[in-house]
């Protein structure tokens, strides 16, 4: 049923009124009744449609992206459509119908905007195809499965840190040997002396040769390994701030990865919980970071409890080299003290391990009120969780690993600063 | 690599070929719903249909005060019962030959031209009327019959009348219940005219001044076979409508009576009198509305319903989405802060509250891992410039007994972390 049957059983008012009686009224609703049955039979069936979906490039969360939707008229009829083209709400799609008149064997495209507002694997809806005939009484309506992923990559905010990273850790290369020498450093070049630098980086044989002073340089080591295990489990999906904890855990993977790879250090980053659910390497990647945000594109948390003991077996598969293993998680009374403190020895018999754990901001603030008693009592609570966390940074660094708790927006920054530390104090 | 994923997640239309299963389930729910009104429709229908009327003396009623019983039985006797509760059926119906009309209940609903053309159809066949407790209406059919209003109004009758006349049927049947009413000749000494079952008992005698003159002839069966008076067709009147009821036909010789009498002839019309709705309604605002308004204000009905449709189809199923697993995190500090409230547990908190402070103003005092209790209070009293004893009561001694002693002590607490930083 569209509008024109409704302003034709409006024009039926005319007759109705001019000779008011059930004989006139019912010679009316059977003509419209007739028209409508008529005009039902005239309009093609929507199945005579071909539709084809083909999504947009796929993007980093908060840019824009298309779907387009070819239709084509396979039939040897001329089709009138109205077509809704449906994606899930998170998809962002901004208009979704529109209107066809097709011709036999003509086609037509649809392309539909889509701002996407949640990273992963967003896929399309059904199609929703509405045929009517010349006349316009009568739609007839179907819904097809069109199979289409767009898949939004997170969002990595934290890469504009990245330069002031970089180049933090570009100051190290070419520092003379005295302020950084040590086990993480190796000889660079030689360089002609200038005033200033240190007279014990003096290459005395090299001066002799060049009948100049000349000194060593020296740079961090190149080609480490880190590994980065980011937890999936129910830990991961508290949520905090603006999104959840397993949000903040990508971006400091992301951002690590970037710097890391950068600095020539090779990356892997594993992410599971009670399975391993993706495993990514800047070894032989053109680009880390984009390879990195596409395997973790389709990762959300799950309400399973991580199993740390394979997780342990498949960072030991990973790097058979010393590595800096980082593991990104929740300083979690239970999980730490049964879960992870157990397997570290492993860890630590041939890696250096550093836990990176997001903090709720959240608690901060409730830990401050303390106006009536409720409050009291709540700030007790959240003043316990903190005290608690503090307690397992403490017997971590007992254990020997090293441990760095901050907000979601500012644990990328964190925990690319205790990379650098590491990296320059040769601890890598 | 776009290019991979291109191919990949690029989908075309799937299948229509929708599997019947499917189809049928969803086209099931019309079928079940089309059946279902279906069978409520059929239903109602007959229940309607074979409940019958239970109103008094109703033909087809079979509550106690029904007459169904009755017209039953003289089926089965071989009488061809017609019932109605059209005048005009009954009425072309009592012109038959051969036939008695039995008028059981509510004559006095009648018109005197319905009564009149009952009379003229009755008299050409020289049919039978008989009627049941007719009251003052029984003039209207005959003048030879009347109420009996001579009887004394201190009588008593007898619960049991006993027949007490010629009539054979009567006396075959033997006594009968005794009703309300009794019916007398409309003059004294009528002839061809038998009563029986006379009311009796004591303080039963006829007194002047009623249209009855005493002595008349008088009962509540009243069997006028002469074909006299205003109409020439005989005329019974049965007194007591007790006697014909689905409850009383059974009792003492009622049955007997009543069925011989009603036997007398091959054809029997019951004809049971209902409101015709004639009568002319006062007339509504809704006759000062002109017709071609109300036919458009009632055109308009479907037009809306038609509106309604268009509105309320939904251009294709709601978008699914498909959240990820998201848990509310401090959820459990506020429920172990209810738990803690409820309990009153004003110590723990405190404790944990101070600790919380103590650690944060060593830190910022610079006070190592190895610095006491007793340390760290004798340096915030230095700092602030405080008494070492009232630091030591609010960061150590003090016990909070009342929320108002944990509020209190808690502020100071935390006024002095303030003043230390």
Known sequence: MTSRLLLLALLGLVPVMLMPGWTSALIVAAVIIIVAVVDFFLVPPPRLVSLQRTPGPMVRLGDPTDATLTVVNDSPRRLRLAVRDAWSPSAGAKSTRSRFDLAPGE?????????????????????????????????????????????????????????????????????????????????????????????????????????????????????????????????????????????????????????????????????????????????????????????????????????????????LATSRQHALVVLVTALDEGSVSDEILPVLPTLLARHRVVLASVEDPGLRELAAKREGTDEIFTAAAAESELLTSKSLQTRLRGAGVQSVEAAPDDLPGALADLYINLKATGKL | MSALIDVATRGTRSSPAVPLTARLRSVGVWIVAAAAILITVIATMLMTSDRGSDAPLHYDSTA????????????????????????????????????????????????????????????????????????????????????????????????????????????????????????????????????????????????????????????????????GGKGDFPVTVLGNPDWVTNAGIDEEGHASLVLSQLSQTDHLVVYYPTETGEFQAPPSTLDYVPSWFIAGALWLVPCVFILLLILGRRFGPLAVERLPAIVPAVETVHGRAALAARSHDRTGALHTLRTGALLRIAKRLALGPEAGLHDIIVAIANTTGRDPAQVESVFSSAVPCTDADLQHIVHQLTLIESEVS
């Open chain 2, 64 to 227: 106690r005060d029904g007459t169904k019983a009755m017209v039953e039985t003289l089926r089965d006797h071989g009488v061809e019962v017609t019932t109605t509760e059209d005048f005009d059926t009954a009425h072309t119906a009592s012109g038959q030959s051969d036939t008695t009309l039995l008028i059981p209940t509510k004559a006095d609903m009648l018109s005197l031209g319905d009564i009149d053309g009952f009379r003229s159809e009755l008299s050409t066949n020289d049919n039978r009327l008989v009627l049941v407790d007719p009251g003052y209406t029984v003039q209207d059919f005959t003048d030879r019959i009347t109420v009996n209003d001579s009887l004394s109004p201190l009588a008593s009758p007898e619960t049991i009348s006993q027949p007490d006349c010629t009539v054979d049927s009567a006396q075959a049947a033997g006594p009968a219940e005794t009703g309300d009413a009794e019916y007398a000749e409309a003059r004294k000494g009528t002839e061809g005219l038998h009563t029986c079952y006379p009311f009796a008992g004591p303080g039963v005698t006829q007194i002047d001044g009623g249209e009855v003159t005493p002595g008349s002839a008088h009962g509540q069966l009243i069997v006028d076979e002469s074909a």
């Open chain 1, 107 to 315: 086609d037509a495209q649809l392309v539909t905007q889509l701002l996407p507002v949640r990273r992963g694997a967003l896929h399309g809806d059904k199609v929703t195809v509405r045929s009517r005939s010349i006349l316009g009484f009568i739609s007839r309506q179907r819904s097809f499965d069109v199979p289409a992923i767009v898949r939004v990559l997170p969002p990595f905010i934290s890469r504009r840190e990245l330069p002031s990273k970089t180049q933090k850790l570009r100051e190290l290369d070419g520092r003379s040997a005295v302020m950084i020498r040590g086990m993480g450093t190796e000889f660079d070049s030689l360089r002609d002396y200038v005033d200033g630098d240190d007279v014990r980086s003096i290459d005395w044989r090299a001066s002799a040769r060049a009948q100049d002073l000349v000194v060593k340089t020296w740079r961090p080591e190149r080609d480490r390994r880190v590994v980065i295990v980011v937890d999936s489990s129910r830990l991961a999906a508290r949520r905090c701030g603006d999104g959840t904890v397993f949000d903040a855990a990508l971006e400091s993977a992301l951002l690590l990865t970037a710097l890391a790879s950068g600095a020539g250090d090779r990356v892997d980053v594993v992410v599971a919980d009670a399975r391993i659910r993706a495993i990514a390497s800047s070894h032989r990647s053109k680009d880390p970071v984009h390879d990195l945000s596409v395997a973790l594109t389709t990762v959300h948390p799950e309400l399973y409890d991580a199993d740390w003991e394979q997780i342990s077996s498949t960072v």
